[in-house]
């Protein structure tokens, strides 16, 4: 299966490096040397993840991921806390990693991936049940979420998030657990990066009804048929 990865970097060396590192496990690379590269590769071809140095540009990943779920991203950053203006790119990412990066930490991240799209396309999970709840419905076979009859836009880890609180709706997830079921083990995900997604969740939701996202204060979120708006000051 061709499994491309696009790398977003002016640093020759770091390119050639890396491009080296994932085509021995078979990925296909190629680079990417701005923003309007990234759109027109993402869309014209098959990448499914974007590796992006934080040295080359302080990029505003969340467009991306409205336009294109199906991609995950992957931000490379040269130092253990981040300059001023990557909050949003780190919370928006899938995985996160700071200089010097442990290759194999990537390499994991990326073979995840490829299995969990092989698995999709061979539509081995074809047999599941839609999940519901109330006016929502999510499709794991189709990757799409609809309320009340429109289509949800959502990224692919805001998908998981969703999903992991519909296998349960009414049991409180606490951040812990939703960072455990939904980021790579090797991700250092902070609690607030959690209610980051849920905001976004809960306006991608409210476009089409009342708000369906419980929080539970100091605890964590569940699904509630009309949550109350007391209920969610962090979000």
């Not at 590796?51 to 990943?61: H, K, P, Q």
């Not at 390499?107 to 999940?131: C, D, H, N, Y």
Request: aromatic fraction near 6%; include cysteine; glycine fraction near 4%.
């Amino acid at each position: 299966m061709d499994f491309r990865i696009l790398i977003y970097s002016r640093d020759a060396q770091l390119f050639l490096l890396l491009q080296h590192v994932l085509a021995t496990e078979g990925f296909v690379v190629s680079l990417a040397g701005g923003a309007n590269d990234i759109l027109k590769l993402v869309f014209n071809d098959r990448v499914r993840a974007v590796v992006i140095d934080g040295s080359a540009t302080r990029l505003d990943l969340y467009p991306f991921r409205a336009k294109h779920p199906h991609v995950s991203f992957i931000l490379l950053l040269n130092q253990p806390v981040p300059p001023r203006g990557f909050g949003s790119a780190m919370a928006d990412a899938d995985l996160v990693l700071t200089r010097p990066f442990d290759p194999s930490l990537l390499i994991q991240f990326l073979r995840r991936l490829r299995v969990e799209a092989v698995v999709t396309k061979r539509g081995t999970r074809s047999a599941e049940t839609p999940l519901r709840f109330a006016d929502l419905e999510m499709n794991s076979t189709t990757v799409k979420v609809r309320r009340n009859g429109h289509e949800v836009p959502l990224t692919a880890l805001q998908f998981r998030l969703l999903r992991h609180l519909l296998k349960d709706p009414e049991v409180v997830q606490s951040r812990d657990a939703l960072i455990a079921a939904c980021w790579s083990r090797e991700a250092e995900v902070e609690p607030r990066t959690v209610d980051i997604h849920m905001g976004h969740i809960r306006r991608a939701l409210k476009k089409y009804g009342p708000d369906l996202i419980r929080t539970v204060r100091s605890h964590g979120y569940a699904l509630a048929a009309e949550a109350s708006p007391d209920n969610h000051p962090l979000t």
